[in-house]
């Protein structure tokens, strides 16, 4: 199986374990192309995510700030951010969301004690977590259990 219908998995044992909370834990980010990846990351309200790739992508073509839009890119900018996109796709630290190896699931409607059964579920099942909280477009990665409002899982 996949991380998405691991994670949908694990979801379901929680819920059945819990049926009050059923549907308090969702999906959201899951699978993305990379042209979906180079949108977030040239998205001005993430300004501070992404650092390395955007200073690389910087110092390549020797421009002194990102273009607003993929649409605003020409043809070897655009094959540099899909080749090096590519490259981290899958993996974590990376772009695991590229190629569908990761799905966020918010967990932002559960309490703490909810959000470590769940937790625990998906640990048993293989299921790597990485505590994020996000606020409007601002992710926080690493965060404890008790802030997080999204689990990133992969495996």
Same mark, same amino acid.
């Given at each position: 199986? *996949?991380?998405?219908? &691991? ?8 819920? =059945?374990?819990? /049926? ?15 042209? $979906? ?13 992404? %650092?390395?790739? @955007? ?11 990102? /273009?607003?839009?993929?649409? &605003?890119?020409? %043809? &070897?900018?655009?094959?540099?951010? %899909? ?6 796709? *899958?993996?974590? /630290? ?6 569908? @190896? ?10 703490? &004690? $909810? =959000? ?11 299921? =790597? ?12 990665? *690493? ?13």
């Amino acid at each position: 199986m *996949g991380i998405k219908s &691991d994670v949908q998995a694990a979801i379901a044992t929680f819920e =059945k374990e819990n /049926p009050k909370l059923k549907g308090k834990a969702y999906l959201t980010s899951g699978n993305r192309t990379w042209q $979906d990846q180079l949108d977030i990351i040239l998205q001005p309200k993430r300004a501070k995510n992404y %650092k390395n790739i @955007k200073a690389r992508f910087l110092a390549k073509f020797k421009l002194k700030e990102l /273009p607003k839009k993929r649409g &605003d890119l020409d %043809k &070897d900018q655009l094959a540099w951010w %899909k080749k090096a996109i590519l490259a981290q796709a *899958g993996k974590s /630290p990376g772009f695991p969301h590229v190629g569908g @190896k990761a799905q966020d699931v918010s967990v932002k409607n559960l309490g703490n &004690d $909810d =959000k470590k059964k769940l937790s625990a579920i998906m640990k048993k099942a293989g299921i =790597k977590i990485l505590y994020e909280q996000v606020s409007g477009s601002t992710s926080n990665y *690493g965060v404890p259990i008790t802030k997080a409002n999204v689990f990133h899982c992969y495996k």
